[in-house]
């Protein structure tokens, strides 16, 4: 494996939602520790699940991983970062400025913006060789999906960029006298980040359409930033050992066909295959295994069990209920790759046939609702937040509403502010508060970004609120927020989303807390990709199936008020009606 014989200093790991970077990032980073190499993994991701999967409660700080010499890791905490990122900006002003001045420094440094900052720069820390980042051979960093990445590796051109221009700071940086340090930390990433003997970039995919597209645009992307030291894992390849079930017989089609047809820029690439495993990527040990026996563990492991699969609810279950009002918005969250774009497809093209107008809408800057519902329907409006669409439109907006009233001095000062990358997070949510509005006149089915990325935008919904709500308190005006209506039950239904595994259970339920804490109550849960309710015979499907039995009971008695289960299905969720036969399971309801 050229990636652990030939490491270069960094390694980032990226890829659409649950293709498996994080269990291949560990896996490298154990393999190149126990060659004698000291080894730092990194999470990046707002959502880690890199505790879960090394088996260790981790902080912001390298945790040594005992069980394996040489190795530690670190999750990088936005809020955390975001919090100590704070007190370094206004530490030093503290009884030097007026009491005023330092409140308008805090309220600067009040926004999402600011959080996403203070993430970066915690990455770009580790990217110098010095600090903490000097006691390590090798910087594993186990990245978001893919949109949120693509965007943390874009920062450091577009702050330094920006800073080049500035001429009095930018307020989610902080004071202009802080700027040029910080400038020349950014530049040096970008250098660190675009030389191929420092630095490789791991595409990982599953033998999947969806997955392969997303690795593909990745690649061609990450080039056009001077990206271009890449290397492709394809995880969980499957063979089915018994030809009698249709399933998996279809399933092995399936992979090989998108295996046969990779686009001639993967192809290149140097690559490692993988394949599929009947137990879940959890622990040291089987982390170990993945790489020094390609997963193989003894064929006693595939025996079947005696335990029956039950009968499980399915998703049309829900429509019934969603569809009794007529409107309101339906938002699928969950962490990457657990099939929210799909079902959202799913449940549009559901509601489109019972005759109701559907606006069928995502936040994800790395989601093509157009890869699952390719040909236009009567009755169906197809949408995304494009991130740089929805930036040059608020500039424009805010420069012809406040520019005619300013002199050249303040004008050139807005454009200046308007240059910001920061501009970008307060468009996005702008254009997210329209479409939830949207939802009083039809249904919006929104499909969101994995759960990181989302909380970000939640984050600045409930900051709107706080601010709106407190500047017209006592003025007798009624207002009605975008958290207002997502905290309203009868005007917004939450579906969470999830696989039937450990790490998506997990993170599933500490988004659903992440959510009560923000006064926002789920509607259900959707198990995703189920292979229990596909009920199969194939050996390795079949471990893989009765190993999900405890997690959906989990979910049916601890977490969720309604349940449905979505089953596997043989062909890819593409087309209008296949995603209208995925809504109904073969098993009948509980």
């Given at each position: 494996m050229e990636l652990i014989n030939k490491p270069t200093r960094y390694l980032f790991f990226t890829g659409k939602g649950g293709v498996g970077k994080t269990s291949t990032a560990c896996a490298t980073a154990i393999a190149l520790a126990e060659r004698g190499r000291r080894v730092l993994i990194v999470s990046t991701d707002p959502a880690s699940n890199l505790d879960q999967v090394l088996g260790?409660?981790?902080?912001?700080?390298?945790?040594?991983?005992?069980?394996?010499?040489?190795?530690?890791?670190?999750?990088?905490?936005?809020?955390?970062?975001?919090?100590?990122y704070r007190e370094r900006v206004i530490g030093p002003y503290r009884g030097v400025l007026p009491k005023d001045s330092l409140s308008s420094i805090k309220e600067q440094l009040s926004g999402a913006c600011?959080?996403?900052?203070?993430?970066?720069?915690?990455?770009?820390?580790?990217?110098?060789?010095?600090?903490?980042?000097?006691?390590?051979?090798?910087?594993?960093?186990?990245?978001?999906?893919?949109?949120?990445?693509?965007?943390?590796?874009?920062?450091?051109?577009?702050w330094t960029g920006f800073m080049e221009t500035n001429r009095r700071g930018a307020s989610c940086l902080g004071p202009a006298s802080g700027l040029k340090t910080q400038q020349e930390s950014y530049a040096a990433a970008v250098k660190v980040l675009a030389d191929p003997s420092q630095?490789?970039?791991?595409?990982?995919?599953?033998?999947?359409?969806?997955?392969v597209r997303e690795a593909e645009r990745t690649s061609r992307e990450l080039e056009s930033l001077g990206l271009r030291n890449q290397h492709l894992i394809l995880n969980g390849i499957f063979s089915a050992t018994d030809r009698t079930d249709a399933l998996a017989v279809a399933l092995e089609a399936r992979g090989q066909k998108v295996l046969g047809s990779l686009p001639p820029k993967l192809a290149a690439l140097p690559k490692t295959e993988i394949p599929l495993l009947g137990y879940n990527l959890v622990g040291i040990q089987a982390l170990r295994e993945l790489l020094e026996r390609g997963g193989q563990r003894a064929t006693a492991?595939?025996?079947?069990?005696?335990?029956?699969?039950?009968?499980?609810?399915?998703?049309?279950?829900?429509?019934?209920?969603?569809?009794?009002?007529?409107?309101?918005?339906?938002?699928?969250?969950?962490?990457?790759?657990?099939?929210?774009?799909?079902?959202?497809?799913?449940?549009?093209?559901?509601?489109?046939?019972?005759?109701?107008?559907?606006?069928?809408?995502?936040?994800d800057p790395a989601a093509h609702l157009t890869d699952v519902l390719p040909d236009s329907i009567e009755g169906l409006r197809v949408s995304r937040i494009d991130p740089v669409a929805e930036t040059e439109a608020y500039r424009q907006k805010v420069l012809k509403s406040s520019g005619e009233n300013l002199g050249a001095d303040a004008l050139a000062l807005l454009e200046e502010d308007l240059r910001s990358p920061c501009t970008e997070e307060v468009a996005v949510f702008h254009a997210f508060s329209r479409i939830v509005a949207g939802a009083r006149r039809e249904i919006v089915v929104m499909d969101t970004a994995p759960t990181g990325h989302t909380l970000l935008l939640l984050d600045a919904t409930g900051a709107y609120h706080r601010e709106v709500?407190?500047?017209?308190?006592?003025?007798?005006?009624?207002?009605?927020?975008?958290?207002?209506?997502?905290?309203?039950?009868?005007?917004?239904?939450?579906?969470?989303?999830?696989?039937?595994?450990?790490?998506?259970?997990?993170?599933?339920?500490?988004?659903?807390?992440?959510?009560?804490?923000?006064?926002?109550?789920?509607?259900?849960?959707?198990?995703?990709?189920?292979?229990?309710?596909?009920?199969?015979?194939?050996?390795?499907?079949?471990?893989?199936?009765?190993?999900?039995?405890?997690?959906?009971r989990k979910v049916?008695?601890?977490?969720?008020?309604?349940?449905?289960?979505?089953?596997?299905?043989?062909?890819?969720?593409?087309?209008?009606?296949?995603?209208?036969?995925s809504l109904t399971s073969p098993a009948a309801k509980v």
């Open positions: 260790v409660a981790l902080s912001s700080h390298p945790k040594a991983i005992g069980e394996v010499f040489g190795l530690s890791a670190l999750n990088i905490n936005p809020e955390t970062a975001a919090r100590d600011t959080v996403e900052v203070a993430a970066f720069d915690e990455f770009t820390a580790y990217l110098a060789k010095d600090g903490e980042a000097a006691d390590y051979d090798h910087i594993v960093f186990d990245t978001a999906p893919t949109g949120h990445t693509l965007r943390l590796l874009q920062l450091p051109a577009a630095t490789t970039l791991v595409l990982v995919a599953r033998p999947e359409r969806g997955a492991k595939h025996r079947k069990a005696s335990q029956p699969i039950p009968n499980l609810p399915p998703l049309s279950d829900l429509i019934d209920e969603i569809a009794l009002k007529g409107n309101g918005l339906i938002m699928l969250m969950g962490k990457g790759g657990v099939g929210k774009t799909s079902l959202a497809a799913s449940i549009a093209a559901e509601l489109v046939a019972r005759g109701f107008p559907v606006h069928l809408t995502t936040t709500t407190r500047s017209s308190h006592g003025a007798g005006i009624n207002l009605v927020t975008p958290m207002m209506r997502l905290r309203d039950p009868d005007y917004t239904k939450v579906l969470i989303v999830a696989l039937a595994e450990t790490t998506p259970v997990t993170e599933a339920a500490q988004l659903q807390a992440d959510l009560r804490r923000a006064g926002i109550e789920p509607f259900a849960w959707i198990i995703n990709g189920s292979l229990a309710a596909a009920k199969p015979t194939d050996p390795l499907l079949l471990e893989r199936a009765r190993a999900e039995l405890p997690q959906i049916q008695e601890e977490l969720a008020k309604h349940i449905a289960v979505v089953p596997l299905l043989p062909e890819e969720p593409t087309g209008f009606e296949v995603l209208r036969a």
